[in-house]
């Protein structure tokens, strides 16, 4: 893990050795195609509370929705998440927290597209592993949604819904996640 990395320039320094690059500052994230692309790069990830310091913010609650750190990870964020998505085998970058919210904003960053958060305590990893892992429910509507596909061509609906290519590409990454897509 590179910290604070602000160029694909840092990342290049590190030749030979597979890199998750900390954008963690303003000028990181606006240099975050070109560190993505960097060679040496495997993921991209970035933390709210240096993001913040570095854009002369302040934090004044633990909550995700009273801090409105949510807006502020999906503007950098969602690029990020774009450009590690379309540079092939690289994975969305993780989320890092250290607030006690952390389940909340797990799940959220899950919602939004992240594919990990990083812990920094032991005592972490049981809610970070849930926010990630489907529900029941979901696992269930999923199963259905797949079931129906074999059955219909195109568009087609599935318990009121409307149920589109998006939306079995989200059913179908659901199924790959706990292991359950050929079932």
């Known amino acids: 893990m590179l910290a604070k990395t602000e160029s694909?320039?840092?990342?290049?320094?590190?030749?030979?050795?597979?890199?998750i690059a900390l954008c963690e500052t303003a000028a990181g994230v606006l240099e975050s195609s070109s560190i993505a692309a960097?060679?040496?790069?495997?993921?991209?990830m970035w933390g709210a509370e240096d993001l913040l310091a570095s854009l002369a913010g302040v934090?004044?609650?633990?909550?995700?929705?009273?801090?409105?750190?949510?807006p502020l990870r999906q503007v950098p964020g969602s690029p990020q998440r774009a450009r590690a998505r379309s540079s092939g085998d690289r994975r969305s970058p993780p989320r890092h927290r250290r607030h006690r919210g952390l389940g909340?904003?797990?799940?959220?960053?899950?919602?939004?597209?992240?594919?990990a958060t990083a812990c920094i305590h032991p005592s972490q990893v049981d809610g970070v592993r849930a926010a990630y892992r489907p529900t029941d429910?979901?696992?269930?509507?999923?199963s259905?949604?797949?079931?129906?596909?074999?059955?219909?061509?195109?568009?087609?609906?599935?318990?009121?819904?409307?149920?589109?290519?998006?939306l079995l590409r989200h059913a179908e990454k659901?199924?790959?996640s706990?292991?359950?897509?050929?079932?």
Do not use: K
């Open 8 to 19: 694909s320039v840092q990342v290049d320094a590190l030749a030979g050795r597979e890199v």
């Open 38 to 44: 960097a060679a040496s790069t495997i993921a991209l």
């Open 59 to 70: 934090r004044v609650a633990t909550s995700v929705v009273s801090t409105g750190l949510r």
């Open 104 to 115: 909340e904003e797990a799940r959220d960053a899950a919602a939004s597209g992240f594919c």
């Open 137 to 142: 429910d979901e696992i269930a509507w999923a």
């Open 144 to 166: 259905g949604v797949i079931r129906a596909a074999t059955n219909e061509g195109g568009v087609f609906r599935y318990e009121g819904r409307m149920i589109d290519a998006p």
């Open 174 to 176: 659901i199924l790959t």
């Open 178 to 183: 706990v292991g359950r897509l050929d079932d």
